[in-house]
């Protein structure tokens, strides 16, 4: 899994969390898109799940950069982190750049992004 995502638990409430990843994506200055509050979605649909929300975020610098290499990239777009509870656990988590960079050829080093993701939920925990 650590190859796939990068993870991290936090002792903050669910919605202290999402106010914190929200904040840290601000101060990279990346444009936040979307809020996706899943369990709502599921509770609209007659299902019970716990909480679990999806923030849709992008960096123009490197969007335009990966594109610019490989419009397939685009499937992975835009960068997404998930805060949800799991055994009485708030988590954090967030595809790995360098992930994808291993499946879509040709996108150059992402360990900037890598890092800047990581920061961003780091700091949030």
């Given amino acids: ?3 796939f995502a990068y993870i991290v638990e936090t002792e903050k409430s669910f919605q202290d969390t999402v106010i914190s990843v929200l904040k840290e994506i601000e101060k990279k200055s990346y444009t936040i898109f979307q809020i996706y509050d899943i369990q709502e979605r599921l509770k609209s649909r007659g299902f ?3 909480q679990l929300k999806i923030i ?3 960096s123009a610098k490197y969007s335009n ?3 610019n290499k490989n419009k ?3 499937l992975f777009m835009p960068c997404k982190i998930n805060i ?4 009485n656990k708030v988590k954090i988590a967030s595809l790995n750049p360098l992930f994808v960079s291993e499946i879509i050829p040709g996108l150059g080093d992402l360990k900037e992004i890598e890092q800047e993701i990581k920061q961003i939920l780091d700091n949030s925990k």
Avoid: G, T, V
């Fill in 84 to 87: 949800y509870e799991e055994d």
């Fill in 72 to 74: 397939s990239a685009s």
């Fill in 1 to 3: 899994m650590e190859k």
């Fill in 65 to 67: 950069s990966i594109l």
């Fill in 48 to 50: 019970e799940h716990k």
């Fill in 56 to 58: 849709e975020f992008c």
